[in-house]
């Protein structure tokens, strides 16, 4: 059996991957429920329960397995392994997993959607989402609003006079 020693203030390069990744995850846990705005400059994994307004532009947000988010959302990228019911503006890509549930629209350049996902709403591709505000007031989603009937198109010609 052989032994690994360390020197003093070295890090194994298998430890965590916060040796790797230097930013800041800030963590709302299962058994928290927070109702209001929430806005930061880190990135924020959602375990328990969010209802408001979230606005991470350059950050992401990833809500985990039991994770109950209603609210609007502008975030760089998103992860949905729990539950999500809002519309989300991503600069990014929005990843809703095989557990996943959004309903919603989506206004994002890049998407994944999991085999055994669930879905309801619109999706809108483009760049430059980020340029999107956030509403004020939650507007129905896409799915939900009726579509005005097109005008009857006429083939025949009106007869010259």
Do not use: C, W
């Amino acid at each position: 059996m052989r032994l690994k020693f360390l020197k003093p203030n070295m890090k194994d390069k298998r430890d965590s991957q916060e040796s790797k990744d230097p930013e800041k995850i800030s963590r709302v846990g299962a058994s928290l429920s927070f109702n209001g705005e929430l806005n930061g400059q880190e990135d924020i994994v959602i375990e328990g329960q969010f209802q408001g307004k979230i606005d991470l532009k350059n950050h992401n947000l990833k809500v985990e397995q039991g994770g109950k988010v209603k609210a609007n959302i502008q975030v760089k990228n998103v992860t949905i392994i729990g539950e999500v019911d809002g519309n989300i503006y991503a600069s990014g890509k929005v990843f809703i997993s095989k557990e996943g549930q959004l309903r919603g629209d989506i206004f994002a350049p890049r998407i994944s959607i999991a085999d055994g996902a669930q879905f309801k709403g619109s999706v809108k591709m483009k760049e430059g989402v980020e340029k999107i505000p956030l509403p004020e007031e939650k507007p129905k989603p896409l799915y939900e609003q009726k579509e005005e009937p097109a005008e009857k198109l006429s083939t025949a010609e009106e007869p010259s006079k």
